[in-house]
């Protein structure tokens, strides 16, 4: 069954840390590949995504992604945090069977960064 | 641009009891979505629509669940009757096409079933 793991459910860091988030999926066939974001109150909302070409994605507010396709990961990076990050980050696969757009979703990572 | 709206926010209602969740897509968006999040878990695709018709529903519980999107825009989610375990956020998205579009998310219904 196809399916994404978030390696951590729960991340705490100090402003000006690092960050990466783990995601690995298990499907043989060609995926889309997402980082959603869910702010405290507000909606999930696209960080970034990959479809196809350079494995490395950049999003919004300095966020990257690198796709490696052996590995079946495509883990989140960020090289400085702020407090403003503290939010619960989605990874999604849309397997590209049939044409549709379907999401899977893994569990989520809550992010706290204290100041 | 205004987004996807969801009503209500919030519901609580007896097991066995129905209730219903309305979704407002995006303008001219085709693809309609409505997801199940249980707590500390991510979201789980219930149903696709794609205009007014059923592309995707092999996750949706049919003895209980039904969803309709009447003219391809609007969307309602019914639940009949009601378990605990339905007890979740239920998200609406949108997105203009089925194929590698974003998709737009609401703010989603959180119902407790009691």
């Known amino acids: 069954a196809q399916s994404v793991s978030q390696h951590n459910h729960h991340v705490i860091l100090s402003e000006a840390a690092s960050l990466e988030l783990g995601c690995n999926y298990s499907?043989?066939?060609?995926?889309?590949l997402f980082w959603y974001v869910q702010y405290p109150g507000q909606h999930l909302q696209l960080l970034l995504k990959?479809?196809?070409?350079?494995?490395l994605v950049k999003g919004i507010k300095g966020f990257e992604a690198e796709f490696i396709k052996s590995k079946f990961s495509f883990n989140l990076r960020k090289p400085s945090v702020q407090w403003s990050d503290t939010a619960e980050y989605f990874c999604?696969?849309?397997?590209?069977?049939?044409?549709?757009?379907?999401?899977?979703f893994g569990a989520g990572t809550r992010l706290a960064v204290h100041p | 641009e205004a987004g996807v709206a969801q009503s209500p926010r919030y519901k609580i209602i007896e097991k066995r009891q129905s209730v219903a969740f309305w979704c407002n897509p995006i303008?001219?968006?085709?693809?309609l979505y409505w997801y199940q999040q249980i707590l500390g878990q991510g979201p789980k695709l219930l149903i696709q629509?794609?205009?007014?018709?059923?592309?995707?529903d092999s996750q949706l519980p049919k003895d209980r669940f039904s969803a309709e999107r009447l003219k391809g825009v609007d969307s309602t989610l019914k639940i009949q009757p009601a378990k605990l375990e339905d007890s979740a956020v239920y998200l609406c998205?949108?997105?203009?096409?089925?194929?590698?579009?974003?998709?737009?998310f609401g703010p989603g219904t959180r119902l407790t079933v009691l």
């Open positions: 629509f794609q205009n007014n018709g059923v592309v995707d």
């Open positions: 990959y479809f196809s070409g350079d494995p």
């Open positions: 998205a949108s997105s203009l096409g089925s194929s590698g579009n974003e998709q737009f």
């Open positions: 999604a696969v849309g397997p590209l069977s049939g044409g549709y757009n379907k999401l899977i």
């Open positions: 303008s001219g968006h085709a693809t």
């Open positions: 499907y043989g066939g060609t995926v889309n």
